[in-house]
Nanobody, 123 residues
Framework: VQLQASGGGLVQAGGSLRLSCAAS????????MGWFRQAPGKEREFVTA????????DYAASVKGRFTISRDNAKNTVYLQMNNLKLEDTAVYYC?????????????????WGQGTQVTVSS
């Protein structure tokens, strides 16, 4: 199983980025997909997750209204649209997959993880 995250970069505060995570080696539509992030010196934290079919989502309070998760099961890809980025959004962003069809904020419940993509928001 491989999860390949991409789309990170350097952006000014207030700007936007779109992350992608391409999955292979698994039946993508059978997995809940999540995004987590880890800032320097901090623990990894939940950002958002989406159910297998895409009908249910969950967002951390810190990103709700600014970030949008979506998925394209035909392309085996999950996306994270990030708008109105803030300095505190700076982190390495990881995509993750879990097989049980219940959205979870708990990282240990996700079996597969991507390598991470760096998002840096500057002032």
């Amino acid at each position: 199983v491989q999860l390949q995250a991409s789309g990170g970069g350097l952006v000014q505060a207030g700007g936007s980025l779109r992350l992608s995570c391409a999955a292979s080696g698994l039946t993508f539509s059978n997995y809940v997909m999540g995004w987590f992030r880890q800032a320097p010196g901090k623990e990894r934290e939940f950002v958002t997750a989406i159910s297998r079919g895409g009908s249910n989502t969950d967002y951390a309070a810190s990103v709700k209204g600014r970030f949008t998760i979506s998925r394209d099961n035909a392309k085996n890809t999950v996306y994270l649209q990030m708008n109105n980025l803030k300095l505190e959004d700076t982190a390495v962003y990881y995509c993750a997959a879990k097989s049980i069809n219940l959205i979870s904020r708990r990282a240990p419940e996700y079996a597969y993880w991507g390598q991470g993509t760096q998002v840096t928001v500057s002032s």
